[in-house]
């Protein structure tokens, strides 16, 4: 039955309107909706309300788009992968540390489940989710009360490393790759569209270096046939970027544009370690220009970076080429905020400059820019005929005061905890900070068990067989 309920939200401090193609700022706005559509942004609503809501002077935004998720992965990370890395490959954990972490099917259902009560209290209330896609899995997802564009991972390899010194892939198994194509294919006819078109389907071939071209172009005529978007992970080392050149004498974006897996319903993820950037001293010009003509969207997921002890050369680089850089968490925190900070700060200090990466840059690229990449207008701004995809965020705090730019203090001082209600597709899922589904403590109890039972599994999945506290010794000494 479709919900006709008008509900009206009034009482706040600003409203992040959007009309003629920007933001702006409703000082006191109200917003109404109706089932799941905005039907009213502005001073004073005078038509019929069935429901009101107190914002007590909140700041009303648009749902944040996270483009990147790991639902089944992420937080299994935490603890473990900070202050380590790989020295034989540039400080990275992908190819060592990330293969030691090792978890059977049931366990990454309850890492998902800590992930959906993680996120939905940030603010995030579309996602970009990549990872296994069973069917338990999808209906997990939707049951969530997210709206989620879902990617099945399809590569054919694993890259990894056999001893610490040297980076290898698994032996080629495309009829593997071929069959989770299909898979993806038969998940999107079983599920696109459903949880009243919250949850749709796209495609994921997993990273440049694990993926050949004739798997590639074979990516590409599924997505022209089924009109589907994809991702692939793409620049995020220079072992992957020295891979491509010496196997195909192109580099990563030359490569992937020549094999189809470009335009504006492709993401690609990372894309930082460019020719010219200080940790790549190979000379491939245009990379950022074949992705601007192109119109390929890139997803930047600056909190990984920093971590790492690298930043994107320059965030502000790729803008200034037009090309629609948008947001994933990607890793822990799944916390929209926190990346929007890390981007924001990162952009300046690579660029030695205050003026850029600014607080309205990073909002527009969690918002209408992430909504651009997925080719909708109803999403990431407030305006009648938008999907009621709206965040209140609590002013009444230190955080917030002295409070005069909401974007600034939103960006640079905000955290998750000053999100006070999240609606998704005209549904209130977040009161208070809380998920009003109340399963936040059962997935937190079920998380630690899932890490200690990983954690004391380790040495099996580590290549050289060492114990947790071996690859990630305690900060101090444990007595």
């Known amino acids: 039955m479709e919900n006709t309920v008008t509900i009206l939200i009034k009482n706040t401090s600003y409203v992040v309107g959007f009309k003629n193609d920007s933001h702006y700022l409703l000082k006191n706005g109200q917003v109404a909706y109706k089932g799941n559509e905005i039907i009213y942004v502005g001073k004073n609503y005078e038509g019929p309300v069935d429901q009101i809501i107190d ?3 909140g700041l009303v935004i648009p749902g944040l788009i996270n483009c990147h998720v790991h ?4 937080p299994a990370e935490k603890g473990f992968i900070e202050d380590r890395g790989s020295r034989n490959f540039h400080m990275l954990t992908l190819y060592e540390y990330l293969r030691a972490i090792d978890m059977p099917y049931e366990d990454r259902l309850k890492v998902m489940d800590f992930s959906l009560a993680e996120i939905l209290p940030t ?3 579309t996602i970009y989710e990549l990872g296994l896609g069973s069917e338990e899995m999808v209906e997990k997802i939707g049951n969530s009360g997210l709206r989620a564009y879902i990617g099945l991972s399809s590569c054919p390899s694993k890259t990894y490393t056999p001893d610490g010194k040297r980076i290898e892939n698994t032996k080629m198994d495309l009829d593997f790759g071929y069959q989770r194509l299909e898979e993806n294919i038969a998940r999107k006819e079983k599920y696109e569209g459903s949880y009243h078109d919250r949850i749709r389907f796209t495609l994921f071939p997993g990273q440049d270096e694990s993926t050949p071209p004739e798997f590639l172009r074979e990516v590409k005529r599924l997505a022209d046939l089924h009109k589907m978007k ?21 580099s990563p974006a030359q490569y992937l544009v020549d094999n189809g897996i470009c335009g504006p319903d492709v993401f690609w993820t990372h894309y930082v370690l460019r020719s010219g950037h200080h940790l790549n001293p190979l000379i491939f010009p245009g990379e950022l220009e074949l992705m601007a003509e192109t119109k390929t969207n890139l997803v930047h997921c600056p909190w990984v970076l920093t971590r790492r002890g690298f930043l994107m050369e320059s965030m502000q680089m790729y803008l200034d080429k037009g090309i629609n850089v948008v947001f994933g968490t990607d890793t822990f925190p799944q916390d929209m905020l926190n990346d929007m900070r890390s981007a924001a700060t990162s952009c300046k200090i690579a660029e030695s400059n205050p003026f850029v990466g600014t607080a309205a840059t990073v909002f527009n690229m969690a918002t209408v820019g992430a909504a651009k990449a997925f080719g909708r207008d109803d999403l990431g701004r407030l305006a009648p005929g938008a999907k009621a995809d709206i965040v209140i965020v609590d002013t009444n705090n230190m955080e917030f005061c002295p409070y005069r730019d909401p974007i600034k203090i939103l960006v640079f001082t905000a955290t998750r905890h000053n999100i006070d209600k999240v609606i998704v597709d005209g549904n209130l899922l977040v009161e208070h900070g809380k998920a009003l589904d109340d399963r936040q403590e059962e997935a937190r109890k079920n998380m ?5 039972r990983m954690w004391l599994n380790m040495k099996n999945a580590d290549w050289a067989h060492r114990t947790v506290d071996e690859l990630s010794p305690m900060s101090f000494p444990v007595e």
């Open 55 to 57: 914002a007590n002077n």
């Open 71 to 74: 639902l089944a992965n992420s």
């Open 123 to 125: 603010g995030a209330t």
């Open 230 to 250: 994809l991702t692939i992970h793409v620049g995020q080392s220079i072992q992957e970027y020295e891979y491509i050149i010496q196997q195909y004498g192109v």
């Open 448 to 452: 630690q068990e899932v890490a200690d």
